[in-house]
């Protein structure tokens, strides 16, 4: 570990779901924007050694990093906010912690003594938590602990953290993020929720330096006062988070509270220049001020909860802002789509992205949407899931292959056009064991997708098992549908396109897990452009 890193802990009260993840990304944007080298790290309380597994209805995305780990979804806003990339060692989950520690006692690395929570589970948390500071150079390193304080689950977490902030005193701070909830039928803001939570932490051993306080209604001198009181904590430190319209608009909204200063003089820190947001803030008066509008659709599987498709919904904000354009996405489940509604659900839309997913369900809505958007010549961009999809409809509709599809949906087909990748054959167990992380992609001079990207070699994130089968490639060019992105190494098929149609483009890496709000992805920006010109 670097000397001279500092660490800062940021656990949740009261309810979950209260935006730690922002905050911390929030937090990190400002020291960032003071000069600092910050990274943000993710603790996930779950059993499960990845939320590779995990259902999205049970946690939303799963977001891939470069080096092919999956991660929390939060490690998303992480990126999204200092465009900075994330890896393997940016989020750890109990799973993970459990499984080293098995397999060290399996191996007779703690030579015959009893292996317990403490000192072993903590001793590899606090380990897995120092590994950023020792290995990549940050200054400021900022852990997001996943759950709230007071389940059972987080327990061996927030005693890691005691144990830190005992052994490393001022290079060590927590941020306690909790819940001021109003009740509207007396007209007040409560500050109990918020006394118990601290008090729980305060049992674990752990006084929070900072409280960020989510509320509805601002609070007061009198209320700040009365929580800094009761929770030991400075007034200063007592931090007004509003509800806000986007979470674009918090680091702002901290920068205004001076979240950053107050943080900076806990850890000793210099405040050294005032943070640089004019980019941030550029962006947001795009985003808030546009000059036009359009209405594009997102047909997928999981739309009850848009959590599933948190990254796709951020990229298309930061190619709508791009294009200074509003987007308003119509969210459509892809069950509910066949060729008798499609017309009516899909005809006022002016660009159709198709989602990634897996599994059956939903399929044959997926495969109808497109053939509208393609006989309509709508903007379309299918990404994964999305791309096979197309793949399939063209195969049925053009080639004349009724019984064309993915092997993972029909293994018997007589025409697979998607199949199950080379090297996933001999491949049993299911977690971190597909197509993952970054991979080169060569690109087609004088198509659409070199038209997008500006240059011949790029490279994108993936996550998938089956692929384009390369049998039936020459019969796709000679009837249209050219794949123009090619992995140089596999001779993947990564990106397929139609040559007589304004804007089809299907991609089978995930561009969206690349947009960030300083760089958002050419896929989303130019599809967006694209369905701004369908517009006129």
């Known amino acids: 570990m670097s000397s001279n890193t500092k660490y800062i802990f940021v656990t949740g009260g009261v309810t979950s779901s209260l935006g730690k993840g922002i905050i911390s990304a929030s937090l990190a ?28 209805y049970e946690h939303g995305e799963c977001y891939v990093t470069n080096d092919g780990a999956e991660t929390d979804l939060d490690l998303g806003h992480y990126e999204r906010f200092l465009n900075v990339p994330t890896s393997q060692s940016n989020n750890i989950t109990t799973g993970r912690i459990y499984q080293t520690v098995i397999n060290k006692e399996r191996e007779g690395a703690f030579l015959g003594k009893t292996v317990q929570v403490i000192p072993h589970i903590t001793d590899e948390i606090k380990r897995c938590i120092k590994l950023l500071g020792e290995t990549g150079d940050f200054e400021i390193i900022i852990t997001e602990i996943g759950g709230t304080v007071g389940d059972i689950e987080s327990l061996p977490y927030i005693e890691a953290v005691r144990q830190m902030k005992w052994e490393l005193g001022h290079d060590c701070m927590v941020i306690h993020l909790t819940l001021i909830p109003y009740l509207s039928a007396a007209g007040e803001l409560k500050t109990k929720p918020t006394q118990h939570s601290v008090k729980t932490l305060l049992e674990y051993g752990i006084q929070p330096d900072v409280l960020v306080c989510r509320t509805e209604h601002q609070l007061s001198k009198d209320i700040r006062r009365k929580i800094a009181l009761f929770c030991n904590v400075q007034v200063n430190a007592v931090i007004e988070s509003l509800d806000a319209s986007t979470i674009y608009d918090v680091p702002l909204m901290m920068m205004k509270e001076q979240l950053d200063r107050v943080v900076l003089q806990k850890l000793k820190l210099p405040l050294k220049q005032d943070p640089n947001m004019e980019q941030w803030k ?255």
């Open 282 to 536: 550029d962006f947001l008066g795009k985003l808030k001020n546009p000059t036009s509008e359009i209405k594009i659709g997102i047909i997928g599987k999981y739309i009850e909860l848009k959590d599933a498709y948190k990254s796709i919904a951020e990229a298309i904000i930061h190619a709508g802002v791009t294009n200074e354009c509003k987007v308003n996405v119509e969210w459509i489940h892809s069950e509910k789509v066949n060729e008798g509604n499609v017309n009516e659900l899909l005809g006022n839309l002016k660009g159709v992205i198709v989602a990634p997913g897996f599994g059956d369900r939903g399929i044959e809505g997926k495969i109808a949407a497109i053939k509208f958007v393609r006989e309509h010549k709508i903007p379309f961009l299918g990404i994964c899931l999305g791309m096979q999809c197309a793949v399939i409809e063209f195969a049925r509709d053009v080639l004349g292959y009724a019984d064309a599809h993915s092997t993972e949906m029909s293994p018997k087909t007589k025409h697979p056009v998607i199949d199950f990748m080379e090297a996933q054959k001999k491949i049993t167990a299911k977690g971190g064991t597909m197509r993952l992380g970054l991979y080169p992609c060569k690109i087609a001079k004088g198509s659409k997708a070199y038209q997008v990207y500006g240059k011949g070699n790029i490279m994108e994130r993936h996550r998938h098992r089956y692929e384009f089968n390369n049998k039936f490639l020459a019969e796709f060019e000679s009837k249209g549908m050219l794949a123009t992105g090619i992995n140089p190494d596999s001779n993947l098929v990564e990106i397929v396109e139609l040559k007589d149609h304004p804007w089809f483009v299907g991609v089978q890496f995930h561009p969206e897990y690349r947009s960030t709000v300083e760089s958002p992805h050419p896929l989303f920006v130019k599809f967006i452009k694209a369905s701004m010109e369908h517009c006129k």
């Open 29 to 56: 944007k400002l020291l960032q924007a003071r000069g600092y080298t910050v990274t943000i790290q993710k603790l996930d309380p779950y059993i499960n050694v990845d939320p590779g597994t995990l259902n999205p």
